[in-house]
């Protein structure tokens, strides 16, 4: 198979961030998942990952279960925020990473990202969408001007700031093992239709 047709998949932990690095210089794709935190984005796009899934919602759900007196409407929504940075960040050193919006949980997450390079957005989602009679207005834009990157994050830096963002590490953690039960799931499906 020609490799402009593959994307692999693969949790943004350092491991997977590393694997990445060597697939993409062997001209593999690789859509770097489970993204919670600036440091995973950070160290995806040194990486030249070909592009990032952040998951807004997720994040939401985070924030909600941990601190359900907040106010997290809009604008103060923390995958919200979180992908902005992320976006802006990218943008503003010229990284080619593409960012993907995914795991919505209401149109107002989509609408406060218009202008992503890329929203994942569910069908039920896009009915609702669909539905709204307002002007959908660009709120992400390239910027103009490209600063110089900064230092490389190193691994301590990665691990340290993922030590220090219990939000990233208990998501990421959790979509590993989840990732791992739907791997076992298919192969044991795929062994029943071999036999």
């Known amino acids: 198979v020609d490799t402009s047709r593959i994307l692999i998949k693969i949790a943004a932990s350092w491991?997977?961030?590393?694997?990445?690095?060597?697939?993409?210089?062997?001209?593999?794709?690789?859509?770097?998942?489970?993204?919670?935190?600036?440091a995973q984005a950070r160290a995806?796009?040194?990486?030249?990952?070909?592009?990032?899934?952040?998951?807004?919602?997720?994040?939401?759900d985070w924030y909600k279960a941990n601190h359900p007196e907040g106010d997290f409407e809009r604008e103060k929504d923390p995958g919200v925020k979180s992908v902005k940075a992320i976006y802006d960040y990218f943008k503003s050193h010229g990284f080619s990473?593409?960012?993907?919006?995914?795991?919505f949980r209401n149109i107002?997450?989509?609408?406060?990202?218009?202008?992503?390079d890329r929203?994942?957005?569910?069908?039920?989602?896009?009915?609702?969408?669909?539905?709204?009679d307002t002007p959908l207005v660009r709120q992400l834009s390239p910027a103009t001007d490209v600063v110089p990157q900064d230092k490389a994050l190193t691994e301590h830096d990665f691990r340290w700031?993922?030590?220090?963002?219990?939000?990233?590490?208990?998501?990421?953690?959790?979509?590993?093992r989840q990732f791992a039960?739907?791997?076992e799931e298919l192969e044991s499906l795929l062994s029943h239709l071999a036999n």
């Open 161 to 176: 700031q993922m030590n220090e963002d219990r939000m990233a590490s208990e998501k990421l953690s959790e979509g590993i």
């Open 119 to 132: 929203l994942t957005i569910s069908p039920a989602l896009l009915d609702e969408l669909a539905g709204v």
């Open 108 to 116: 107002d997450e989509i609408t406060a990202l218009a202008g992503c």
């Open 44 to 60: 995806c796009a040194e990486a030249s990952s070909y592009l990032i899934s952040p998951f807004v919602g997720r994040i939401l």
């Open 15 to 38: 491991e997977g961030i590393r694997a990445a690095r060597i697939l993409e210089s062997q001209g593999i794709h690789c859509n770097l998942t489970l993204v919670f935190s600036f």
């Open 97 to 103: 990473t593409i960012v993907m919006g995914a795991s």
């Open 181 to 183: 039960l739907d791997q």
